[in-house]
């Protein structure tokens, strides 16, 4: 049976500072059928992730705020609420808060494969135009 469930319902757990910039919050929204997961991330002011891949694909749909996506090698993607990135398998990025958000930004982020984590992102280039 089909359940309507509240976003701020899901259990909340904080970010790891191995893996992430600031302070990240991240709920598990569940599994879809072919074994992505469904997160909802929220990245507070100056927040973002760490260099990763995924094996698989991810989608990024912006919920709320202001934020950047930047795929290694190239320029950094601007997104606001209800803008999709698509993230290839296999392919070094980052995602987090827009440095000038001054709250918050949130997204799900729909993965499928293994998670690696790499370096820390340089400030140069989280605040890179």
């Known amino acids: 049976m089909a359940q309507a469930k509240r976003g701020e319902d899901f259990e909340k757990t904080k970010g790891s500072p191995d893996n992430f910039t600031g ?54 993607i601007n997104a606001v609420s209800g803008d999709v990135v698509q993230i290839p398998p296999n ?19 729909i993965t499928s494969g293994e998670l690696t984590w790499e370096e820390p992102v340089a400030d140069g280039e989280y605040t890179a135009k």
């Open 23 to 76: 302070n990240v919050f991240i709920q598990n929204t569940g599994k879809v059928e072919e074994g992505a997961t469904v997160l909802r991330v929220t990245f507070e002011k100056g927040a973002h992730t760490f260099w990763h891949k995924h094996t698989g694909r991810q989608v990024l749909y912006f919920l709320e705020g202001k934020g950047r996506v930047q795929l290694r090698g190239q320029e950094v």
């Open 91 to 109: 392919t070094d990025h980052w995602h987090g808060a827009h440095p000038e958000e001054t709250d918050h930004m949130s997204h799900l982020a």
